[in-house]
């Protein structure tokens, strides 16, 4: 039973939470050693699931996604390495207070607790997950694809086995095998405390409306480039090119591109000529279509993400019908204006309601790794706790510590009895 | 419909976000002046509201915060002026981080946007919410008890007229009537971004189990004392004396004590003693009853809490016996240890897993005033977002803006390329 792992791992993660940062870090490096004594292992059983797959008619993108080779871990020993350099997370005093004579608060950091992680297809993603969970004192429920489960199984099996030899609490990770499973685990609100979903739209969706567990993550990924009548016409190019095209399935590349109706006729021939050369179908609205030959946008497509080779194109009047746009339609992920003028910059940064706003740079910088977070679990829309890529500090919280000696509440009640002095020692 | 009124309140939302602090604090300011001018018709609202109360029968602890007399009028004004005191919690640039030459990452802190605060009978509640959540730039819809809909008619009138004619946005604050239109509320999951309960166990769970919308608060508050073997007698009884007597129908009053069974023999008879004289029942289990003549404790016990003159006893082996049963039966609320050894104390304060763990001192310490945090709007027991006492800080999150000059991701990929500096420039 799902149930009786999970309290399993609950009961882990109260002793997980106190390890020192030197014994995570350990685990963390045989963990990497131990992944490239046994990566023939691992390719191995990536190869049966590769062979399944094509038998399966798997699509191109699925079976590149599902590969793991010699590179794939490679670059997932080289993540841990770079999380093994990375402070540890836990144990920060934010905030150390005398509230009177003898007794001190402080606000400590420490790891949120029981993770339940569901991610498709790419088995690095199982190693990533798990180490952050680990390097952040968490313990996790995790559960990747079908498509995967000889690599996840082989790899979870050498993660669990190495880290719970390195000192970490037997029970603190456990690989979850049916889908049936993942249903009864988005039922155990009590035991776990936050769900990361990995994977397509649908499938966060998913996980979001079955489960009355916090989940931490993004559905669409709609994204905008405003290009503002102050733009460099090259510069505008360059970031709108950039942001659709760099990567365009991937949920930070742009959907929608806006621009300043005094910008348009001179804009719209130069970057219709950069996406034609690179295969890009261009919807514009009516107003985009006085300009260029293209295909008709509508109210349809403000709400599209596309994540593919097409853009919508939109002429509005002025910056704050961008900004409606955008807060409207868009899902509140990563959006970026073009522009010389340093006011309309800051009231489009002001006014967007997205967890990232860029200025003149590509929507594709959102991303942990590039904000040098370290690595990431994802990338988050919600409006609490972590916003934007989250890395290890969101899989933290903090807790308050009191300490007296004697200490009661009846003497600082009703008149002329003693009063607290609410002393800053540290505040972060 | 309450949609119009939340998509106003969603509007308006995006302009408070960028309320500077001045603007904030002036209208604070003419809304506690505005609070005194019109006392009389307040006083005279909360007048019909008893007159029914007491027509209605309402019980005398609910018509004991539902007046709403001169003293309550002054605490609250007093209580917008601690406000307008802290500092804007809007604005502040947590991270801020070269990503290359020119790329400049910046992490500022920002109000969630919408609130849906839901409260129960006591008006002032009304009054410090919505100034908290304009302090932190928020939007409100607010709902109030039937039983207190003049005062808070009244109340809110004030509130949002003199606020909005000192420069906040129209629609930033409006005050919901009926059950339903809180139902209707509560299913506005794509307007509304944080919902604030203030009231029973009962209203809270009821408000969690009804939506989809991020819930802020706890529901029960099952608070515990552990009296370790080398305690102090006389801190032990008096902390456990103040934790359950000083105010018994509070959350953070303790409903459970735990003791070491070395110390029990000694330790029973002085704490009966104190609480036979203020009252309270003292419930036992089997271990306890050897010692002392009191009821009977069960199972049932460890999960109640009384919030009244009534306490349940339990012996312990150990240390790990007290911390095994409190984070199982407990409600991660706030719980206390009382011991000389120091080595114990921290093992407790480490493995317990609540919101406010305290050392030698009463549980009821647990509260955002005592901790210095100017005002709180509730406690919780979330493990994401902000946990135990929340004020102002915990009505905001953040937003990543990124500002560059052309720069785009293609430059950074592959070999040989580009490279990030992540030099940080400020980190707090």
Partial sequence: MIIDIAKQCREASIMTSTMDGQTKNKALKMVAKALKENADAVIEANSKDLKKAREE????ALYKRLKFDGTKLSESVEG???LIRLPDPVGVVQIERELDDGLILRRTSCPIGVLGIVFESRPDALVQISCLALKSGNAVLLKGGAEAMETNGVLADIIIRTSVSAGIPKGWMSLLQTRDEVTEMLSLHDIID??????????????????KIPVLGHADGICHVYVDSKADINVAATVAFDSKCQYPSVCNAMETLLLHHDIAGEFLPVIKERFDVAGVEVRGDKEVRKYIDCLPADETDWHTEYNDLIVSIKIVKEVDEAIAHINQYGSHHTDAIVTSDRKTAKR????????NVFWNCSTRFSDGFRYGLGAEVGISTNKIHARGPV??????????????NGHIVADYTGSGLRKFKHRDMRNA
Same sequence: chains 1, 2.
């Avoid at 008619?57 to 191109?60: A, S």
């Avoid at 979903?197 to 489960?211: A, D």
């Avoid at 489009?348 to 967890?355: N, P, R, T, V, Y």
């Fill in 57 to 60: 008619g798997l699509g191109d």
């Fill in 194 to 211: 936050l769900v990361i979903p990995r994977g397509s739209n649908e499938f966060v969706q998913y996980i979001m409306r079955n489960t």
């Fill in 391 to 404: 890395g290890l500090e969101g899989l933290t919280i903090y807790k308050w510590t009191l300490e007296g």
């Fill in 348 to 355: 489009f940064m002001d006014l967007i309601d997205s967890a």
């Fill in 80 to 82: 841990i390495e770079s």
